[in-house]
């Protein structure tokens, strides 16, 4: 079983899109797949009731974590994909606040460990929220998170300008922090990054140089994205 911490440089670096891509490649070559999201904000109320361990508020779902779950197989239900899940479009330790509960790593960690015990695959990828510091609580952040449990990290780049100091901070970070970066995947999320092919060949040799970890694949921005689509530019072979 190979398990994978994905963290991003940033909010909307593409996260969501490339583990629900590396989940499908997966399930292409008839492995079975988890995706979670264990805290994710921003989420919708819907008319179905509380899942496991009546965890999280009554009806949420995050658009984020449907979209991994969809690429889990065998099927799990919503609650095992993200146990905590708030409305607001914040920042995930405010929403947990303002929704009265406490993000603790230690319980976090012991969920997700249970999770992986119960539910064993042949690939499981741990989504985290924004980028590698973003704040679990005042004392801890996701950083934490992926350190308690051990975890290998794939790092996404949003591809867009300034992303050569954003990957590169966050690789730093992650190794500092004793964890392996097991690999990376760019996203293109501003059209005009690639519009010059010379130029955006340099910048992912430089980002190839320097994060110096194998390269999944770079996803070109696509108007209709899907994990399907997406998951043609990808490889797990270097994972």
Known sequence: MSVYFVTGTNTDAGKTLVTSALLY???????????????????EYTGQGLGK?????EGLRNSDALALQQQSVPPVDYATVNPFAFAPAIAP???AMEAGQALEVSDLSRLLRETLAQTPRDLTLIEGAGGWRVPLSEQADFADLAMALELPV???????????????????????DGLVLAGWAGSVVDPAFAANADRFKANIAHLNAKLATPCLGIIPHLDAPSAATAALYLSLEPL
């Open 25 to 43: 490649a997966a399930r292409q070559q008839q492995l079975s797949t988890l995706g979670l999201k264990p805290v994710a904000s921003g989420s």
């Open 53 to 57: 361990e009546g965890l999280g508020k």
């Open 93 to 95: 330790h405010l929403a």
């Open 154 to 176: 794939i790092l996404v780049v949003g591809l867009t300008l300034g992303c050569l100091n954003h990957a590169r901070l966050t690789a730093e970070a992650i190794r500092a």
